[in-house]
């Protein structure tokens, strides 16, 4: 008998290292608050991802981070981490890190940004903080909206004036009660719903529909504030985790912890066709488009300088690099592809980003 049970607690034992290095809740970080936190030994997704609404892939800023939540600014995303004490602000471009600042919060896990502060959930002591961007200071702390003893909160998004916050019972999924909350910012309670999904996360607004992505499902619920019904559905780039949404305005971002990856998404990339061969924009004008693979980038000013433009496929992989010097226009060739339609990111040497749709018939 003692032998059996012996092999028995060997076995468990093994199972227990076989499932993961360290135990991890429902958001991909270690649970009991494990503080010597090396590495998640996950890695950057940079070609690989099968949804046709990617269209650009960015590293998260350190390879130990454990991603959550993410917010924009209205020029660069906000990045906050497991264990990692530091908000990184970086380039949504390629991910570089612009600037960070120190933070006290060991567990975030919801970020979102109000215009002029960011603010961040702290999953161990069932806070919101309201964070100076220039140095990290506290300007307020409220809390969290739910009962403290239970109270798991995830996403946060910004609503205008009040701010949106998932908020789970627990590290995992078998305690009924999830919950989205709209609270001002002392913390009271506007509105509860049932929160949607069997494990709720990330959070954005866009101005008129609240998405939420849900880390069981690993897929992304876009839902209707007037009745909190999901009038859509879409998966979440890069499989389990996607614990972090932002909106910058047209694209939606998610951040996974499984992938290390920061995914921008555009919702409506296929029946969003243009109507004539024009493109107008900033600097360039793309003609013809559509077109039957040959597309020419010429400024709009008849300047020159350098710039790289990048394609993406509809599967979000670059399948086209090149870099310009003292140019005014620029020549690419899709006719060796076989899909018809593409995406395109302008870079310049000053820093400013172009990006849109090319079309081949």
């Known amino acids: 008998m003692k032998t059996l049970i012996l092999i028995l607690v060997l076995i468990f034992s093994i199972n227990s290292i076989s499932i993961g290095q360290v135990g991890v809740d429902n958001n991909g970080n270690p649970l009991n608050g494990a503080e010597s936190v090396i590495s998640n ?29 993410i917010a924009f600014d209205g020029e660069y995303l906000w990045v906050e981490g497991y264990n990692e004490y530091f908000l990184h602000q970086i380039s949504p471009v390629d991910g570089s890190i612009i600037r960070s600042i120190p933070t006290s919060v060991e567990r975030p896990h919801g970020l979102t940004f109000d215009g002029n502060y960011l603010w961040l959930s702290d999953g161990a002591n069932k806070i919101i903080q309201k964070i100076d961007t220039s140095n990290g200071n506290v300007i307020e702390t409220i809390p969290t909206p739910a009962d403290i003893n239970q109270s798991y909160p995830g996403g946060l998004a910004w609503e205008g004036t009040n701010i949106w916050i998932n908020d789970s019972k627990g590290p995992q999924t078998d305690t009924p009660g999830d919950s989205t909350f709209l609270i001002d910012t002392n913390g009271a309670i506007l509105q509860s719903y049932d929160a949607k999904g069997d494990y709720p996360t990330g959070l954005a607004f866009d101005g008129q529909y609240l998405w939420s992505s849900d880390n069981v499902t690993d897929e992304i619920y876009k839902i209707d504030v007037t009745t909190f019904l999901v009038i859509d559905t879409i998966p979440a780039p890069g499989g389990q985790y996607p614990n972090g949404l932002a909106f910058d305005g047209q694209y939606l971002w998610v951040s996974n912890n499984d992938r290390d990856s920061i995914y921008q998404i555009d919702l409506d990339p296929v029946t969003s066709v243009f109507d004539n061969s024009t493109i107008p924009s900033n600097q360039f004008t793309v003609q013809p488009n559509p077109s039957s693979g040959r597309f020419i980038f010429k400024r709009d000013n008849n300047s020159k300088g350098n710039f790289s433009i990048i394609i993406h496929n509809i599967k979000g992989q670059i399948i086209l690099n090149k870099d310009f010097t003292n140019s005014g226009s620029a020549v690419i060739e899709l006719d060796e ?25």
């Open 337 to 361: 592809f076989n899909s018809n339609l593409f995406f395109y990111t302008v870079l310049f040497e000053d820093g400013t980003v172009e990006s849109g749709k090319l079309i081949k018939e």
């Open 41 to 69: 030994s996950r890695s950057y997704d940079n070609n690989d991802v099968m949804y046709s609404q990617v269209i650009n892939v960015i590293p998260s800023p350190n390879q130990s981070t454990f991603i959550g939540d």
